[in-house]
């Protein structure tokens, strides 16, 4: 049997937490006071006001346990405000707030600056490369 760190996958998942980590200390280094997985979650709304709490847990590959988790914290920080919906009063709608918006637009400076550090030395036909082998296996697990 091979080793464990010759398995692709192992490096795969090696390089994502490493990424994480890194990133979460860059956001801290920045003075914000948000989690990777908060930061993705207010683009997200950002982005796609009107999604739906399970399509932004499969957006960014989160349980619905977690993404609860996550906005209730993001709600508590005053980044989210959750109202009822206005025709089925079963569902609540998540606005991102001006507190929100700021961080977000703080956070994006971050987030280029550690994406550009994680990319150096990695030129644009190799990163096009990758996303179609990663695409591959997206494709050949479903």
């Known amino acids: 049997m091979e080793k464990l760190n010759s398995v692709l996958f192992y ?27 908060q930061w993705l979650t ?7 006001p009107d999604m739906s709490q399970k399509e932004l847990a499969e957006m960014i590959f989160k349980d619905t346990a977690s993404i ?3 906005i209730e914290l993001l709600v508590q920080a005053r980044y989210l405000k959750r109202t009822t919906h206005k025709e089925d009063k079963r569902k609540t709608t998540l ?10 637009e703080a956070a994006e400076k971050v987030v280029e600056s550690y ?22 296996i997206i494709n050949n697990c479903h």
């Open 42 to 48: 207010l683009k997200s709304l950002s982005e796609h």
């Open 11 to 37: 490096s795969i998942e090696k390089a994502i937490k490493t990424y994480r980590q890194f990133a979460q200390k860059e956001l801290k280094n920045a003075g914000l006071t948000i989690t990777v997985d």
């Open 68 to 70: 609860t988790r996550i």
């Open 95 to 104: 606005t991102v707030t001006e507190l929100g918006t700021e961080t977000i």
């Open 115 to 136: 994406r550009k550090q994680a990319l150096k030395g990695i030129g644009l036909a190799k990163i096009q490369h990758v996303k179609a082998v990663m695409n591959t």
